[in-house]
Structure formats: C-alpha cells, structure tokens
C-alpha cells in the first residue's frame, strides 16, 4: 500500500485501480475507488462504473494497493 501524494507518484500509477478518502462524503460516502484516469493541478479523475472528476482540495489520501 502507496499513499500518492506527488505529480510524479500519480503520474507513475496512470491506470491503476486507486482508493480515495475524501475530506467530506461525495454522494453519501468518503471512499472512492476506481482506475485513476488523469490528473491535473486541480482535479483527478477517476474511472468507476463512470467517470468521477474530483477536486483535488477535496482529497485527504489517495491510496494504491501494490499487491
């Protein structure tokens, strides 16, 4: 398990599956996960069932599971 914290580290796990912990829930929950799709200076988007863009402010961790 990798906290992503960096440009580099979320540039590096480009399509991988990921967890995010949100600050405040985002539609009834705080935990996240899908494919990490992109990412710019203020947004990340993810790729569940669809595709979430989440505002980076809103992130407390963005969690990879190396296993």
């Known amino acids: 398990i990798r906290e992503l914290k960096t ?3 979320l540039s590096k796990f ?3 599956e990921v ?4 600050f405040k829930a985002l ?3 705080k935990k996240l996960m899908g494919k990490l799709e992109s990412f710019t200076s ?3 988007t993810l790729l569940t ?3 979430i863009r989440i505002p980076r402010k809103d ?3 963005i ?4 296993i």
């Open 14 to 16: 480009l399509g991988y």
């Open 42 to 44: 203020e947004e990340i």
């Open 7 to 9: 440009d580099k580290h």
């Open 27 to 29: 539609d009834g929950t």
């Open 49 to 51: 069932e669809n595709e």
């Open 19 to 22: 967890e995010v912990r949100l």
């Open 59 to 61: 992130i407390s961790k």
């Open 63 to 66: 969690i990879v599971d190396l």
